[in-house]
């Protein structure tokens, strides 16, 4: 089983200051933590910056494997 992940912290600036990890695992999954509540959160509870910073990191995760593949079957 493949269990390779990127772990990312990005902390937000705005009013509510979350605390966020967003683990990328390599085959698809993804986990997003808000570390001050200790609680799992969805995309969908993302707003304003912290929702641009997971939406650019998924773009580059998801141009990262399209490019291992093509490198593997090349």
Do not use: H, W
């Amino acid at each position: 089983m493949n269990n390779i992940c990127e772990n990312f912290r990005y902390l937000e600036n705005e009013r509510s200051g979350r605390d966020l990890t967003f683990k990328f695992y390599a085959d698809g999954r993804l986990i997003i933590i808000d570390n001050v509540a200790e609680e799992v959160i969805t995309p969908k509870d993302l707003k304003g910056a912290s929702k641009d910073f997971y939406v650019r990191r998924r773009i580059a995760f998801i141009k990262n494997q399209l490019r291992a593949s093509q490198l593997k079957y090349a």
